[in-house]
Structure formats: C-alpha cells, structure tokens
Nanobody, 124 residues
C-alpha cells in the first residue's frame, strides 16, 4: 500500500505545542476521511482525532479534546494535528490514516492506509 507520511514530531516540554503534518505523495487526501492515532510503548494504538472528508466536521478523543485540533488544507494536500498544552501522557508515536468514506472512525481497522509514524515526546 502507498504510505502516508507524517512529520513534525519531536521533543517538547510539558505545556508546549507541536504541529504534526500528514501528506501522501501520489494521492489526493481530499478524497478521504482522515484520522490521527497514537501508540505508546506497551499499549494499543488509540484514536486521537478525525476529520470528515469535506473538512466540515471533526472528532476528538476525550483525552485531547480542547487541546488538539485536526485540520486539512487541500491545496497543500496535507492534514494537520495541532497539539497544544502537551502533557507527558501524550508521549507516543503518532500515525495518520486515511479512510474511503465521508466520515472518520475511531477504529483502527476501518482505515485503509497508514503512515510510518512520528515520535512525540513530552518531558515534564
């Protein structure tokens, strides 16, 4: 499968901000609902945020609601995850994924394509 490509991860202090980007060379992301997931060591991959194919609706896990914002820029063929007020518990590998539907899902198995992941580490 063609890979999505995440970028923007890194090391940040608690309370700081980071913006992740997801793109897909050779694919048009505006054709898909998109999701961000994360996976910490020893834990299952979990849903973080999703955005409708149209970009008109967004959805968030309770743990990040009010702190994270998912958005998309079709002209740049990019989906973003703006992460604010970061906490150590946000430390994980973050993945973007695409789904051939109008709406995102919070289920890993509902997505068709995945990126390689980008590491986000939040220090206290």
């Amino acid at each position: 499968q063609e890979q999505l490509v995440e970028s923007g991860g890194g090391l940040v202090q608690a309370g700081g901000s980071l913006r992740l980007s997801c793109t897909a060379p050779g694919r048009t992301l505006s054709s898909y609902a998109m999701g961000w997931f994360r996976q910490a060591p020893g834990k299952e991959r979990e849903f973080v945020a999703g955005i409708r194919r149209s970009g008109l609706a967004t959805y968030y896990a309770d743990s990040v609601k009010g702190r994270f914002t998912i958005s998309r820029d079709n002209a740049k063929n990019t989906v973003f995850l703006q992460m604010n007020i970061l906490k150590p518990e946000d430390t994980a590998v973050y993945y973007c994924a695409s789904r051939d539907d109008n709406y995102p899902s919070d289920q890993v198995q509902e997505y068709d394509y995945w990126g390689q992941g980008t590491q986000v580490t939040v220090s206290s």
